[in-house]
Nanobody, 125 residues
Framework: VQLQASGGGLVQAGGSLRLSCAASGRTFSNYIMGWFRQAPGKEREFVASISRSGRDTDLSDSVKGRFTISRDNAKNTVSLQMNSMKPEDTAVYYC???????????????????WGQGTQVTVSS
C-alpha cells in the first residue's frame, strides 16, 4: 500500500490542524492505520492508531483529549484532527499502515510496514 500524507503547516499555539493520509494500491480496510511524529533530534514516537473498522482507537498520553484519529474506508483515507495544539507538537508527522487480520490497534513503530513521506507541522508559541 502507498501512503500520501498532507495537511501540515504552521499554526499558533491553541490552534488546530487536520492531517489526512490517502492510501492506494491495496484493500485499505485490511490495514491498521497509525500516525507517528518525529521532532528534530528525537526518535519517532507513536501518536495515534485506529483499527481496521475504525471502531477502536488508541492515542498517546501526550495528545489524548486534544487529537482525534478517524478513517473512511470508502475513501481510503485516515485523518488526524489536532486541536489545542502546543509548541511541543512540532514535528514531522507520518502516517503508517500495518496489514492485519485482527481488530486491534498498534502502537509500536516496528509493527508498521508501510510509511508515508511525512508532513511538517510547526506550532508557534
Amino acid at each position: 500500500v502507498q501512503l500520501q500524507a498532507s495537511g501540515g503547516g504552521l499554526v499558533q499555539a491553541g490552534g488546530s490542524l487536520r492531517l489526512s493520509c490517502a492510501a492506494s494500491g491495496r484493500t485499505f480496510s485490511n490495514y491498521i492505520m497509525g500516525w507517528f511524529r518525529q521532532a528534530p533530534g528525537k526518535e519517532r514516537e507513536f501518536v495515534a492508531s485506529i483499527s481496521r473498522s475504525g471502531r477502536d482507537t488508541d492515542l498517546s498520553d501526550s495528545v489524548k483529549g486534544r487529537f482525534t484519529i478517524s478513517r473512511d474506508n470508502a475513501k481510503n483515507t485516515v485523518s488526524l484532527q489536532m486541536n489545542s495544539m502546543k509548541p511541543e507538537d512540532t514535528a514531522v508527522y507520518y502516517c503508517a499502515a500495518r496489514f492485519s487480520f485482527s481488530s486491534f490497534t498498534a502502537v509500536r513503530t516496528a509493527s508498521y510496514g508501510h510509511w508515508g513521506q511525512g508532513t511538517q507541522v510547526t506550532v508557534s508559541s
